[in-house]
Nanobody, 124 residues
Framework: VQLQASGGGLVQAGGSLRLSCAAS????????MGWFRQAPGKEREFVAT????????YYADSVKGRFTISINNAKNTVYLQMNSLNPEDTAFYYC??????????????????WGQGTQVTVSS
């Protein structure tokens, strides 16, 4: 299974970006696809995740109300629409796929597949 992320870039504070992550591989059967981010000198942190059924998205408190995760199962692609971006959102964003036990879906270690990451930079 391979995950290919795209859509990062440089944006001014208050702007928007849309990240995409396409999964490929004949054995792709992960129940969740999600996004994590990592800023320099910080640990990788949970951003959002969604089940393959497209229900019950989950968000970190820091992005709730600003970010929206969605999934297109026909394309094995997960999206992250990011609005009202601020400099604190600057980080490398990684997509992930896995089948975590529900209570562990917020932890990077619960996901077995990772994309290469895409840089998001928000200028003030």
């Amino acid at each position: 299974v391979q995950l290919q992320a795209s859509g990062g870039g440089l944006v001014q504070a208050g702007g928007s970006l849309r990240l995409s992550c396409a999964a490929s591989g004949t054995s792709f059967s992960s129940r969740y696809m999600g996004w994590f981010r990592q800023a320099p000198g910080k640990e990788r942190e949970f951003v959002a995740t969604i089940s393959r059924f497209g229900v019950n998205p989950y968000y970190a408190d820091s992005v709730k109300g600003r970010f929206t995760i969605s999934i297109n199962n026909a394309k094995n692609t997960v999206y992250l629409q990011m609005n009202s971006l601020n400099p604190e959102d600057t980080a490398f964003y990684y997509c992930a796929a896995g089948s975590p036990i529900s209570s562990y879906k917020y932890f990077p270690s619960a996901y077995g597949y990772w994309g290469q990451g895409t840089q998001v930079t928000v200028s003030s």
